[in-house]
């Protein structure tokens, strides 16, 4: 990863101490754990602050970012007592880009080896190059032996010509650099990182759901991000500007009332489905720039459904329509799994079923141990998915063999060992 300043990752030489940062539009927080075992994360120290400078999921002032992660980092390592130096870290901005790549490399004959794969994947990233972006993820998603498809795992098989499909995902260089000038000034390095929503769907998919085919949608507050999952692999990646933060907007807009106002509304009241007895339930809404104890109206909460559900709807028949011009709806299964702050607003599961026409559940953090209360929520399925990124960048940088790996685990697949880095 070129935009990381001088850093390589060090080999398991954390103590099995291991820190995760989500840099957030709403909310930035961090995470610090234990992980002698990739199969046993523990998180030992959280903290947690509301996000300045970051805007849609891209850094727009650079010290009121450095500040806010300082804040979380600080509290994490607080209450965990150890001092944290490496992170991993989501990406978000810089339009993150997918595309699946086909490479393929000689063997003339020879048993396949993962020098080979090895090359395989620095082939991939040589042929494709955007201009101005930086590839964050380089996983190989299938292999063939002289033109026999659907092999898992080509190591110790003889063949001449080694094929690879590689999903490859990008970034603006100039968002990954602001990223890591911000964390580097924090006097942390990036040790790793995964796109937001791919770190998510780790966190919170089940086994089946990565083999069977899934798409993790998370719901943030300046962005919505999916991540398409097949055969245990992330195979599509995509994100739209739009959150919960642009339902606040509209409800402040709405029913002209201040934003913060406006937030707690949505958060007490809110819905994004209708019902018979909304017309009864008034809810008191104080006005922008009027004193709120003699000013205020009153509105039926149908009204207020009214103002959210559009914006909702708009939200997924965007995902509905990058998942099928991309193709990546076909691999994605009949299953959904929202993540992120919007996915607690009641009825969000039943609207997304509605418009994605498929079986949907709210996603929670499910991988990892020790978890306050306070970050067991779905919007915090990306900072405990970057705990999971970052075992599996452990075990993939030390394992040399699949035996080593835990069987029929997450950390079990094939191709683990250098699905991220060369
Ligand atoms: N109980 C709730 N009901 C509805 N919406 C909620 C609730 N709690 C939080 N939200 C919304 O979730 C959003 C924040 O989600 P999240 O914390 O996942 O965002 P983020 O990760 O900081 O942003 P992004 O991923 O877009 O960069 C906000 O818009 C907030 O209003
Ligand atoms: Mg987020």
Known sequence: MTYIPGKKPKKGSHGGVIAALDIGSSKICCLIARAEDPAAIKVIGFGHTSSQGVR??????????????????????????????????NVSGGRPTSLTLGVEVAILDQEVTDVDLRRALAQGRAQ??????EVIHAIPVSYSLD?????????????????????????????????????GRCHLDIEGSAVSPYASGLASLVEDELDLGCTCIDLGGGTTSLAVFSEGNLVFTDCVPVGGSHVTSDIARGLAT?????????????????????????????????????????VPKSQLVRIIRPRLEEIFELV????????ADALSGRRVVLTGGGAQLPGIRELAQQVLDKQVRIGRPSRVSGLPDAASGPAFATVAGLLTQATRQHTELTISSPSVAVPGSLMGRVGMWLREHL
Do not use: W
């Open 128 to 133: 494709y190059r955007i201009p101005e972006n």
């Open 320 to 327: 509905r329509s990058r998942l099928e011009e991309s193709g």
């Open 56 to 89: 849609a999921g891209t850094i727009v002032n650079m010290e009121d970012a450095e500040a806010a992660i300082a804040n979380a980092v600080h509290a994490a390592e607080q209450m965990a007592g150890v001092t944290a130096h490496d992170v991993f870290v």
């Open 258 to 298: 201040p934003l913060g106002h406006a937030e707690r509304m949505k958060i007490l009241h809110g819905n994004a489905m209708s019902s018979s007895a909304d017309d009864r339930e008034m809810i008191t809404v104080p006005l922008v720039g009027e004193d709120e104890r003699t000013q205020t109206n009153l």
């Open 147 to 183: 033109g026999n498809r659907g092999i898992r795992d080509p190591r110790g098989m003889f063949g001449d010509r080694l094929g690879v499909q590689l999903h490859m995902v990008t970034a603006g260089s100039g968002s990954l650099r602001n990223l890591a000038t911000c964390i």
